[in-house]
């Protein structure tokens, strides 16, 4: 089956089976490696993805369900030179990286809510990363790092 779609602002048309999931379909055809496959039921979050700027679990959304969609993977998330962005770079700078695994759908998480609200409390955050699980870092600095991006957004908004 051909699925068209828009890939990180990009337009993409891939022939897949119909019966894949959207991480089979980013991980296998497109080799986009960044989503991780990890519980497959939607329960962990780090095949976190943006789909019409909602945060989805990609191992629960059938391929062919993007077709004409717009889908931002981590490997959509840079800074304009293509480096890392100010979200990823706080995450470096507040040491929320450690394993790593989870730190793609940690910050696809940040990134969607501050798309909807761009001066969320460390309580939104909190709830915005409740979907997403870690076992390295305790989520604080997760939570500081996802604040600090905020207030640094908003100071370049005013």
Do not use: W
Request: glycine share 8%; charged share 15%; net charge neutral.
């Amino acid at each position: 089956m051909l699925i068209q779609f828009t890939l990180n602002n990009q337009p993409v048309a891939v022939e897949a089976p119909s019966d894949i999931t959207l991480l089979a379909l980013l991980r296998d055809h497109l080799r986009l490696t960044g989503s991780k496959e990890a519980c497959e039921v939607g329960e962990c979050g780090a095949c976190s993805v943006i789909l019409d700027g909602e945060l989805v679990n990609s191992c629960l959304v059938a391929a062919p369900q993007v077709s004409g969609r717009s889908v931002i993977t981590i490997e959509g998330v840079r800074a304009p030179d293509g480096g890392p962005n100010d979200m990823q770079q706080n995450f470096i700078s507040y040491g929320a990286v450690q394993c790593g695994f989870c730190i793609p759908g940690m910050i696809m998480a940040g990134e969607a809510l501050l798309l909807k609200n761009p001066q969320p409390t460390r309580q939104q955050i909190r709830v915005a990363l409740a979907g997403n699980l870690c076992r390295c870092t305790g989520y604080q600095q997760i939570v500081d790092a996802i604040e600090a991006t905020a207030k640094s957004r908003a100071r370049q908004r005013a």
